[in-house]
């Protein structure tokens, strides 16, 4: 049965390019983003593994750690981070899982076979802390993912979990949020000393509390 919001992000031991790992205790107290690709060696997924390396520092800054997976075995992932590099300009820093026998991509419901019964379509999952899945998005092959709209996911995830906002259409770190519904003005007043701007009983904007 597919992931939902809220299940536990299934563990897994595998291969990857820098050495076997236990995604459980890869990840310890931190996030973690696990993202698949269709197949090495295409041209999409070059760009997509080159954003990430580029980014990973905006991941470590915000204490995530990455992970991608295809079905390809460790030698082609090993050799393709030679393209990888060279073409996008880019140092692949992070593990990406070679899962050839499809056990991550089957715990993950990464394979689609509507789509294609061989390949993982693109998935990201994000989990958070506790090892439950906070967001999962899946994008078909012919459509690279935009790896800012998951840090944004992200700033979002991590500002929720603390604070009693939503984060509004578009929004950006820094920006305004929505007080969540649960709280009554007075609560909502007392909370957030920054203030309150009431547009609606049930929309009602602060500026975001941890800036
Ligand atoms: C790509 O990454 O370019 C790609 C992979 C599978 C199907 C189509 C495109």
């Known amino acids: 049965m597919a992931l939902r919001l809220g299940d536990i992000a299934p563990d897994f031991t595998a291969e990857t390019t820098e050495g076997n790992i236990n995604w459980h205790e890869y990840l310890g107290d931190g996030w973690g983003v696990l993202f698949s690709h269709p197949a090495d060696y295409t041209p999409v997924c070059t760009t997509e593994l080159g954003m990430a390396a580029k980014l990973k520092a905006e991941f470590e800054k915000r204490n995530v750690k990455m992970a991608a997976v295809s079905v390809d075995p460790l030698e082609d992932h090993k050799g393709w981070i030679n393209d990888i590099n060279e073409t996008q300009g880019c140092t692949v820093n992070y593990p990406i899982i070679a899962d050839p026998d499809k056990t991550v991509a089957t715990a993950y419901d990464m394979i689609h076979p509507n789509a294609d019964d061989k390949a993982t379509v693109r998935s990201v999952f994000v989990i958070g802390p506790d090892k439950k899945l906070k967001l999962s998005i899946t994008y078909p092959a012919s459509t690279g993912r ?7 996911v992200i700033d979002s995830l991590q500002l929720t ?20 519904p649960a709280l009554s003005d007075e609560e909502a007043e007392k ?21």
């Open 191 to 211: 909370l957030f000393t920054k203030g309150i701007r009431k547009i609606k009983p049930y929309l009602r904007y602060t500026p975001q509390p941890n800036k």
């Open 146 to 152: 935009n790896f800012n709209e998951i840090l944004r």
């Open 161 to 180: 979990a603390k604070h009693k906002v939503a984060t509004p259409v578009n929004w950006q770190d820094g920006e305004d949020c929505i007080v969540v």
